[in-house]
């Protein structure tokens, strides 16, 4: 059974920066595609940012390119984004997902970041 | 990189059958058989329910089906039932291999 398990995520004043980590099990990691999808309160899905298998290529939305990086850690099975520069439009639950062709076939239960005074 | 686009919401009776559409350009949608689906009920992730257009993942019943024509993909639910009231969501690889999902359609369940 695939599992995604997200932490890392809470209270952030803006123009800080969080570190959101993401521990998968259950597949072989270091065969499959990442990303980070985030919901704001009340709002729909965006794609955040991808990574793929080896972690040689990555991509990122106009919203976060350039404050946001990601990256994995293959020997840990683990996935991170590393948020930098927040603003209250960063506010919402970042899910982790295993990617094909973004296709997004799992999904963690997700970490909420609240970007506020 | 612009949103798909899908009704804000749909509605139907309990076995009836419901259509949600989701349209995009021959960037994304209309360009690639890669193409998804997505449920996602009150607190909870969203859940894969279609992948590649029209392929349902082990475990999701066979009365989700999904389609596309030119730019337009569609995910049709027969004999609605009331677990399927739920937001769903369509996504779609791009030309420049960047993400873009649609805005999300409620379904309620009358």
């Known amino acids: 059974e695939v599992q995604l398990l997200e932490s890392g995520g809470g209270l952030v004043q803006p123009g800080g920066s969080l570190r959101l980590s993401c521990v998968a099990s259950g597949f072989t990691f270091n065969r499959y595609a990442m990303a980070w999808v985030r919901q704001a309160p009340g709002k729909g899905l965006e794609w955040v940012s991808s990574?793929?298998?080896?972690?040689?290529?990555?991509y990122y939305a106009d919203s976060v390119r350039g404050r946001f990086t990601i990256s994995r850690d293959n020997s840990k099975n683990t996935l991170f984004l590393q948020m930098n520069s927040l603003g209250a439009e960063d506010t919402a639950i970042y899910y982790c997902?295993?990617?094909?062709?973004?296709?997004?076939?799992?999904w963690g239960q997700g970490a909420l970041v609240t970007v506020s005074s | 990189q612009s949103a798909l686009t899908q009704p804000a919401s749909v509605s139907g009776s309990p076995g009836q059958s419901i259509t949600i559409s989701c349209t995009g350009t021959s960037s994304d949608v209309g360009g690639y058989n890669y193409v998804s689906w997505y449920q996602q009920h009150p607190g909870k992730a969203p859940k894969l329910i279609i992948f590649e257009v029209s392929n349902r993942p082990s475990g999701v019943p066979d009365r989700f089906s999904g389609s596309k024509s030119g730019n337009t993909a569609s995910l049709t639910i027969s004999g609605l039932q009331a677990e399927d009231e739920a937001d769903y969501y369509c996504s779609s690889y791009t030309y420049n291999d960047l993400g873009v999902f649609g805005g999300g359609t409620k379904v309620t369940v009358l």
């Open positions: 990574i793929s298998p080896s972690g040689g290529t990555t």
């Open positions: 997902a295993q990617e094909v062709w973004l296709q997004f076939y799992n």
